[in-house]
């Protein structure tokens, strides 16, 4: 049994309130849907997918985190997600964003309350040439979190 | 057994473990126990590993080297390392449980459940089985007569095809290869009604089947049950294909509608009015028509007094020409000299009438005064 896969072990039972466990087959990829838990209009009603990509030194690594589209679920509008899933979260960035305390759990809650803070239902600005431009390794972008209102 | 292959972080507790004692990086009871100068405990491994990616505490993030960590205090040690454990290998059947501390010792000396090198062979056999004769060596199995080592022979009998095995319904013996197949015609095993999917809740053994059927209601019913679902399954197909097409009608029918569903009311009331209209214009029309008539009585009843009054004159004047004539007739007979008077004056008659008989004189004078008419007209 690999690091990861223990660590993951301990998070199957309960998971806060709006998260639910989708698919956990192995320790490499999990999704989980994530809802809005107050009246925010933009996400109201609304049931996102997150997948999480775990490599075998998680928690010491970051997991890779997007969002992805699923039959009836969709990417959620929000000036720091690209219409490509891709997140622009510090914690999830492997620099000095995350920390092997961080968890599925933790991660969940923070992109939940970075949803229910948003006010703005647009993109980020670039979406369409980023998307374009076929980058779908969170890791390889350089994100600007320079903007504390989101 | 290297004590360093335990796996101290995959050991499973006999009590849930306060979380104060696990590391908030693997989440499990510190293994090493370690804490930093920001006064975080984590494993050794733990702290090791996440320093090597980033030099900042996990928790706090504050600067971290390694140099700024350091064993934690004994009692912090203790508390972890005699907290209850399994054994490693009870999920092979060793049931032993003890403090933490003393799990290495178990599997060096006790655990029954650990491989060890057999003394003869040099191959992998469990600490159990170690002190007997070598395990290793082939021996043919009475059955089946295939070859198994003997370290493998009780797995080997659970599935040697040679074994005889027992119907669980018949309690027949056969061999356990075809023990499958007598399953499917065993006299004896419990199965259901072949009407079970119409619903027929009867279950029994096979033998009695046939009993069952003879009186099964399902069974008798089976014709034209199945006749019935595929009629509806028909219906339901065709009841589809019209509720499609009446999708497809309604939106031209309410189209229509909005134009339409006045008109008969519209059209009755267009009626109505175009009939008071016309019945207006009727007595517009008679109302002109009496004027008329009454018109063209006065016109033609002035027309005729005047035509009479005409006539009258005219018959007058006949009148007094047939007196004259009479008159002129009567001197011819008695008198010849006044014949030529006469003749010469006829242009005259009331200048010549003068001297004329006193009776005759009204009557020229009545002619005179009906000519005096006749020329004003
Ligand atoms: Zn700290
Ligand atoms: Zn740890
Ligand atoms: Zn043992
Ligand atoms: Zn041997
Ligand atoms: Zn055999
Ligand atoms: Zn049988
Ligand atoms: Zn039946």
């Not at chain 1, 997948?51 to 959620?76: H, R, W």
């Not at chain 2, 505490?57 to 972890?80: G, K, Y």
């Not at chain 2, 009258?312 to 047939?322: P, V």
Request: hydrophobic letters at 35%; a negative charge.
């Amino acid at each position: 049994m690999t690091f990861a896969t223990r660590r993951l072990r301990k998070i199957v039972g309960a998971l806060p309130p709006g998260i639910t466990l989708v698919r956990a087959e192995d320790f490499k990829e999990w999704q989980l849907d994530i809802r809005v838990l107050d009246d925010n209009p933009i996400y109201k009603g609304k049931t996102y997918r997150l997948s999480f990509k775990f490599n075998i030194n998680y928690p010491i690594d970051a997991p890779i985190v997007t969002f992805v589209e699923a039959p009836g679920i969709t990417i959620p509008m929000h000036p720091h997600i690209y219409s490509n899933g891709i997140i622009c979260l510090d914690l999830l960035s492997s620099g000095n964003g995350w920390s092997p305390v961080q968890s599925v759990e933790s991660v969940c809650m923070s992109i939940q309350s970075m949803l229910t803070g948003n006010t703005r239902n647009e993109r980020p600005e670039g979406d369409a040439d980023f998307v374009r431009s076929g980058n779908t390794n969170p890791r390889n972008i350089r994100f600007v979190y320079d903007d504390p209102t989101v | 057994m290297d004590s360093e292959q335990i796996d101290y972080q995959s050991l499973n507790y006999l009590s849930t473990v306060d979380h104060n004692l696990c590391c908030p990086i693997c989440r499990s009871p510190l293994v090493d126990p370690v804490y930093t100068t920001c006064l975080h405990t984590f494993c050794s491994t733990c702290i090791n590993k996440a320093l090597e990616r980033s030099q900042t505490c996990p928790v706090d993030r504050t600067p971290l080297q390694a140099e700024d960590v350091s064993p934690a205090p004994i009692m912090i040690a203790n508390l972890v390392n005699e907290l209850a454990v399994l054994c490693p290998n009870s999920e092979l059947g060793c049931t032993f449980t003890c403090a933490r501390y003393l799990v290495e010792a178990h599997l060096s000396h006790d655990c029954e459940f650990v491989y060890m090198k057999c003394r003869e062979c040099g191959d992998k056999v469990l600490r159990r089985d170690a002190g007997r004769e070598c395990l290793h060596q082939l021996e043919e199995c009475t059955h089946c007569f295939q070859h198994i080592k003997k370290i493998d022979m009780e797995a080997h009998e659970k599935e040697c095809p040679g074994l005889l095995g027992e119907c669980m319904h018949c309690r027949l013996e056969i061999e356990r290869s075809e023990l499958k197949e007598h399953e499917f015609t065993c006299e004896e095993a419990t199965i259901s009604c072949s009407s079970s999917s119409l619903g027929c809740p009867w279950s029994g053994q096979r033998k009695e089947l046939s009993h069952h059927q003879a009186a099964c209601p399902f069974t008798f019913l089976r014709p034209v049950l199945q006749a019935h679902a595929e009629r509806l399954t028909k219906l339901e197909l065709e009841n589809r294909t019209l509720r499609k097409r009446i999708e497809q009608l309604t939106p031209r029918i309410n189209q229509s509608n909005t134009t339409e569903p006045l008109s008969f009311d519209e059209q009755a009331y267009q009626f109505l009015t175009e009939q008071e209209h016309m019945r207006q214009d009727m007595e517009r029309l008679s109302a002109t028509l009496g004027e008329l008539e009454i018109k063209q009585g006065m016109l033609l009843m002035n027309e005729s007094l005047r035509t009479k009054e005409e006539l009258a004159g005219i018959r007058a004047a006949i009148n007094g020409i047939r007196m004259q004539i009479h008159w002129l007739l009567t001197v011819r007979v008695h008198g010849t000299e006044h014949r030529h008077v006469v003749g010469g004056g006829a242009g005259t008659p009331s200048n010549s009438a003068g001297p004329s008989h006193p009776a005759e004189h009204s009557a020229s004078r009545r002619l005179s005064d009906n000519f005096g008419q006749g020329v004003k007209l």
